[in-house]
Nanobody, 119 residues
Framework: QVQLVESGGGLVQAGGSLRLSCAASGSGSTINAMGWYRQGPAKRRELVATITSGGSTNYADSVKGRFTISRDNAKNTVYLQMNSLKPEDTAVYYC?????????????WGQGTQVTVSS
């Protein structure tokens, strides 16, 4: 099994920056894609950004040019650098990992970290 531990959320003013981190732990597993999703108040969970083990990235249109996802495969850690934050970025941000254990693939989620952007 894999555990995902997130850090880096908080309160920031509009235009500010935050960096989220998510460390994956567990043995006997292969971590494939990792990423970030978010769920705002009264909204459905939505994709923010993903990154494959090879470094290919995908972003939601709403964050392109402002957010950057990266990962350190040696540390099994994924990062989300968020710049030019807007009040509409306020949400709980969840780390995600696509994991292969033996021959089966599983989705793992972190506990979520709150990001609040004040206007």
């Amino acid at each position: 099994q894999v555990q995902l531990v997130e850090s880096g959320g908080g309160l920031v003013q509009a235009g500010g920056s935050l960096r989220l981190s998510c460390a994956a732990s567990g043995s006997g597993s292969t971590i494939n894609a990792m990423g970030w999703y978010r769920q705002g108040p009264a909204k459905r969970r939505e994709l923010v950004a993903t990154i494959t083990s090879g470094g290919s990235t995908n972003y939601a249109d709403s964050v392109k040019g402002r957010f950057t996802i990266s990962r350190d495969n040696a540390k099994n850690t994924v990062y989300l650098q968020m710049n030019s934050l807007k009040p509409e970025d306020t949400a709980v941000y969840y780390c995600y990992a696509d994991v292969t254990e033996r021959t089966l693939r599983y989705d793992y989620w972190g506990q979520g970290t709150q990001v609040t952007v004040s206007s």
